[in-house]
């Protein structure tokens, strides 16, 4: 090898650096642009699959990554946000908006005011002067969208100038009249490479950019494509590896589709072939691969389209149902684990509504601890006072796990409106570990009146429901509105907190009147006006959840 070779060499490895660097600045910027709205696309899932499609490749085309999605879909499968019946048009809608990618990389064929080394500098240029001097977030955005456009396209320039002095050379015409004749080996290749790199889009420009210089023949070039279409299932494997069995089978139905889609194209392709051999082993273009990567995506979409609740009972068969423990520290944990998959990290869109929903669940799970603590205080109950024991300790666990998984989150790049809700949940996680530690001191209240035999009189107990009922609102109307960002949840949430004030005040002052006329023994006397202001520190902390979610708005 010549120094002459080394250069170009090098100058294509720079250039593949480049392409690649460029489409992950580009995926970012176009992520961050998105925002919620991913989020609120995945809303419009219903159980029309046609719409799920739809979704799937609407999301695929903003964020410019079919992998991306795919990896999205099995963290809302593994965290219970959308079926398998959902996910499966999402999955198939996400091939047909990958195709996107591939016509932006072959516009340096439709004329030279669209060749890299003509329009990259420019915006690159504005790009740059966006990130660096606009005061507008959404114009930096932009300007990241812009200098990962530039970037991706100055790579391929680099690429395609080291391939073009061995154009003719019988390396590249041979290789790919071998993999033309092999159709298994080429499928091999283009699977293996993708799944190197983890991006079919980027698999495919490096494709387009062999194109363009005239070395890759129809057939070939053809079979490749169809292995990049499987390759580009490993990321949603991976992604499905350590999640729930419903997340494995949404990585499944991935990888099913389009093996069993490349198989039959494959075969009608191959047959195609026979009777076309000039076609075969003539050069294609890389528009032409844009347009054959749109067709046999579409068209792969729309014969398997009726055949989903099919592949869905076949990953079913493939992940079967297995017995799932739940209840218990390990099994707790290791679901929140589960949940918390770090390769959703991705995706930080989808990263912070799982912490979102996980912030939810453990409230879920304080509350109902605190209605057990309220009833071992009535029911002098040790068995009660064991458990919420035991479950307060599993939810210190479960906001250790989701304040780590905060930290990461808001160490990936995101908009001001995603750090402001990180920076809530942080504080809402708070507060709901603060008020398991009230559920907590309810308990061994209760476990103290057990031991001592300490009864409350009648008033008492009814003084204690009604206190214990407005306070149990209270936190009830601050998770619905932390989980449903409802706005009217968390006005309900505040004004029931006044509220609960005032009856504490209230119940406070009836119950000194009460000892006083020694009515109940001072011993009662503590506990009860103990639990009462356990009861109001909940509501404060309620209060505080419902009053991050208003200050979203």
Request: aromatic letters at 8%.
């Amino acid at each position: 090898m010549t120094l002459d070779d080394l250069g170009l060499l090098f100058e294509f490895i720079g250039g593949l650096g480049l392409f690649l660097y460029g489409m992950h600045i580009m995926a970012d910027g176009l992520q961050k642009s998105a925002g919620d709205r991913v989020k609120s696309l995945m809303g419009f899932l219903t159980r029309n699959r046609f719409v799920a499609v739809l979704v799937g490749a609407g999301i695929t085309a903003i964020i410019q990554s079919s992998s991306a999605t795919t990896v999205m879909v099995v963290g809302f499968v593994n965290a219970g946000m959308l079926t398998l019946t959902q996910a499966v048009g999402v999955i198939m809608g996400a091939n047909i908006g990958t195709t996107i990618t591939a016509w932006i990389v072959s516009l340096s064929e439709w004329g030279s005011i669209f060749k890299p080394e003509f329009l990259a500098p420019l915006v690159v240029g504005v790009g740059a002067f966006l990130i660096l001097f606009a005061k507008d977030e959404r114009k930096k955005k932009l300007g990241e969208i812009l200098t990962g456009f530039g970037i991706l396209f100055i790579g391929l320039s680099f690429m395609s100038g080291s391939i073009t002095p061995y154009r003719d050379a019988p390396v590249f015409s041979e290789a790919f009249r071998i993999l033309g004749k092999n159709p298994l080996l080429a499928v091999l290749t283009g699977a293996v490479v993708t799944a190197i790199i983890q991006s079919s889009s980027a698999s495919v420009g490096i494709l387009q950019t062999l194109a363009m210089n005239g070395v890759v023949n129809w057939q070939s070039a053809v079979f490749i494509m169809m292995g990049q279409n499987i390759g580009t299932c490993v990321t949603a494997i991976l992604s499905g590896a350590g999640a729930g069995k419903n997340a494995k089978r949404a990585s499944v139905i991935h990888l099913l589709f389009n093996v069993i889609g490349s198989v039959w194209f494959g075969i009608c392709m191959l047959i195609f072939f026979r009777f076309q051999t000039r076609l075969a082993t003539a050069a294609i273009s890389s528009v032409e691969i844009s347009v054959f990567h749109t067709i046999f995506n579409i068209v792969n979409t729309l014969v398997m389209f009726p055949f989903a609740n099919g592949l869905v009972r076949i990953s079913e068969l493939m992940i079967s149902d297995h017995r799932e423990d739940a209840g218990t520290e390990q099994d707790i944990t290791a679901q929140m684990h589960q949940k918390l998959d770090r390769r959703i990290l991705n995706n930080p869109a989808l990263a912070i509504e799982t912490a979102m929903v996980e912030t939810v669940r453990i409230g879920i799970l304080t509350r109902d601890n605190f209605k057990m603590s309220v009833a071992a205080v009535r029911d002098n109950d040790k068995e009660q006072i064991r458990q919420v024991l035991q479950m307060e300790e599993n939810i210190n666990q479960l906001v250790k796990l989701l304040t780590a998984f905060l930290v990461e989150v808001d160490n990936l790049s995101l908009t001001e409106t995603q750090h402001l809700t990180i920076k809530n949940l942080f504080y809402t996680v708070s507060d709901i570990e603060r008020i398991g530690d009230h559920s907590e001191n309810i308990a061994e209240l209760a476990d103290t009146k057990r031991r001592d035999k300490i009864r409350f009189s009648d008033k008492g107990e009814k003084d204690l429901e009604k206190m214990y009922d407005m306070t149990l609102h209270t936190f009830e109307a601050a998770l619905e509105a932390r989980e449903l960002h409802s706005q009217e949840a968390a006005g309900r949430a505040l004004c029931t907190e006044k509220r609960v004030d005032k009856l504490e005040k209230d119940l406070r002052d009836k119950h000194i009147q009460r000892l006083s006329k020694g009515k109940c023994t001072p011993e009662s006397g503590i506990i009860f006006l103990d639990v009462l202001s356990n009861m109001e520190r909940i509501a404060d902390h309620a209060d505080n959840i419902a009053g991050y979610v208003l200050t979203e708005s």
